[in-house]
């Protein structure tokens, strides 16, 4: 089940996303479509609710958390979305969202957010627990996602204790990429570093 619980989440954001972008595509019936999928929303999120009160396996508990986790983030997304009378596919507060699409031309997943497209990295994370998404969540990955698409790195700074390690862990396991902690000091110079390990670009 840690397996195919990836697969589990993958597929439901891409099915999420499928879904969105349909609604988006008609113009006639946007309004009314992003009302009913709001409602479908929560309805899902009650199901799923009174799933994880059952006796269940361990592994099927963990994904089953981690999807009402990115469920609940995304039906708040549509809550605003309904509350924005958003209508169109290339409005921003639709672009601005973590999107995962399957691109046919490349046969492969794509996780894509405002302009920044990623390939989905699928690396095993095991059925871990995702970090509940706010909107300052929300635009820090925005921001790393901007800077993957441009090859560049991000520095998340803030007071200690506020989430940035996280919020940049929860980032690689939504594009299933391997993350590495690496904590500094002061007396931490590049000799060192180069101690710890090798370290390749390509």
């Given amino acids: 089940m840690g397996k195919l619980g990836k697969v ?17 595509r008609d ?22 609710a009174g799933a994880v009160r059952g006796e269940l396996p ?4 963990a994904t089953l958390c981690a999807l009402i986790t990115i469920n609940v983030h995304a039906r708040d997304i549509i809550s605003e979305m309904v ?11 639709w ?8 691109n046919m031309k490349v046969d492969n997943c794509v996780v894509c957010m405002s302009i920044a497209v990623y390939t989905y990295g699928y690396e095993y994370l095991g059925a871990c627990p995702r ?3 706010t909107p300052l969540t929300d635009r820090c990955y925005l921001c790393l996602m901007g800077a993957l698409q441009l090859d560049l790195g991000g520095a998340p700074v803030g007071p200690a204790g506020t989430g940035k390690t996280e919020t940049t862990k929860d980032l690689a396991k939504a594009l299933a990429i391997w ?10 110079d590049y000799k060192a570093i180069g101690r710890e390990g090798c370290f390749h670009y390509h």
């Fill in 8 to 24: 589990v989440l993958t597929i439901c954001q891409m099915m999420w996303t499928r879904d969105v972008t349909a609604i988006l």
């Fill in 27 to 48: 113009s006639r019936t946007v309004i009314r479509g992003m009302r009913d999928f709001e409602q479908r929303s929560f309805t899902e999120l009650n199901l799923l």
């Fill in 58 to 61: 361990k592994l099927a508990r």
């Fill in 83 to 93: 509350k924005k009378q958003v209508s169109e596919l290339l409005s921003f507060d």
């Fill in 95 to 102: 672009q601005k969202q973590l999107r995962y699409y399957w």
């Fill in 131 to 133: 970090l509940v998404i």
């Fill in 179 to 188: 993350c590495v902690v690496f904590n500094c000091s002061d007396s931490l």
